[in-house]
């Protein structure tokens, strides 16, 4: 067999455009680790020492499922913390459901993980950010859930402005 010797390379600035997606792959791995660490949570019951997470997700991704109320306080983005008061997490290949409480008024939010954006471990900084990797479309109004409160009540709001909601951290058992 004769070797042939290779053509020379291209010298340009301009990055050739993929056929493999390798963007989309990395952020779905990425994402696993996400399902893993939630996965360890629920099979364990609760977080080992210090560990909590903020978990920020976009609200109208396709698939989230969350109280009205908590919609139109948080109509882009929305940060959760899974700390001590939280119950009934339940962990799928591709979603999460986890119940908290508002302001007093326990919910239920259903959050598949390529609407995530944000994992946050602060305990010992480890940290993640993704690109919402589905086309954002409008949130379909629906009924009154049996977690959302009535229209005339309010959820208590973070007074700083920011997206981060305020939760009660005390451990339900």
Same mark, same amino acid.
Do not use: C
């Given at each position: 067999?004769?070797?042939?010797? =290779?053509?020379?390379?291209?010298? %340009?600035?301009? &990055?050739?455009?993929?056929?493999?997606?390798?963007?989309?792959?990395?952020?779905?791995? =990425? @994402?696993?680790?996400?399902?893993?660490?939630?996965?360890? !949570?629920?099979?364990?019951?609760?977080?080992?020492?210090?560990?909590? +997470?903020?978990?920020?997700?976009? &609200? @109208?991704?396709?698939?989230? %499922?969350?109280?009205?109320?908590? =919609?139109? /306080? +948080?109509?882009?983005?929305?940060?959760?913390?899974?700390?001590? /008061?939280?119950?009934? =997490?339940?962990?799928?290949?591709? @979603?999460? &459901?986890?119940?908290? %409480?508002?302001?007093? !008024?326990?919910?239920?939010?259903?959050?598949? +993980?390529?609407? !995530?954006?944000? +994992?946050?471990?602060?305990?010992?900084?480890?940290?993640?950010?993704?690109?919402?990797?589905?086309?954002?479309?409008?949130?379909?109004?629906?009924?009154?859930?049996?977690?959302?409160?009535?229209?005339?009540?309010?959820?208590?709001?973070?007074?700083?402005? %920011?997206? !981060?909601?305020?939760?009660?951290?005390?451990?339900?058992?």
């Amino acid at each position: 067999m004769l070797a042939r010797p =290779l053509p020379p390379a291209k010298v %340009s600035d301009e &990055t050739p455009e993929s056929l493999i997606p390798y963007d989309e792959i990395v952020q779905d791995a =990425l @994402r696993a680790v996400v399902g893993r660490v939630l996965r360890e !949570v629920e099979s364990t019951g609760g977080l080992p020492g210090d560990h909590h +997470f903020y978990i920020t997700f976009k &609200t @109208r991704m396709p698939g989230v %499922s969350i109280p009205k109320h908590l =919609l139109e /306080r +948080f109509p882009d983005e929305m940060t959760i913390v899974i700390q001590h /008061r939280f119950w009934d =997490l339940n962990v799928d290949d591709d @979603r999460f &459901t986890v119940g908290l %409480s508002f302001g007093g !008024v326990p919910a239920t939010l259903n959050v598949p +993980f390529n609407a !995530v954006t944000q +994992f946050h471990d602060p305990a010992v900084e480890f940290a993640l950010t993704f690109q919402a990797n589905a086309a954002e479309l409008p949130h379909e109004e629906h009924e009154q859930a049996h977690n959302d409160p009535p229209d005339n009540e309010t959820a208590e709001k973070a007074d700083d402005g %920011s997206n !981060v909601v305020n939760v009660d951290f005390t451990r339900k058992k």
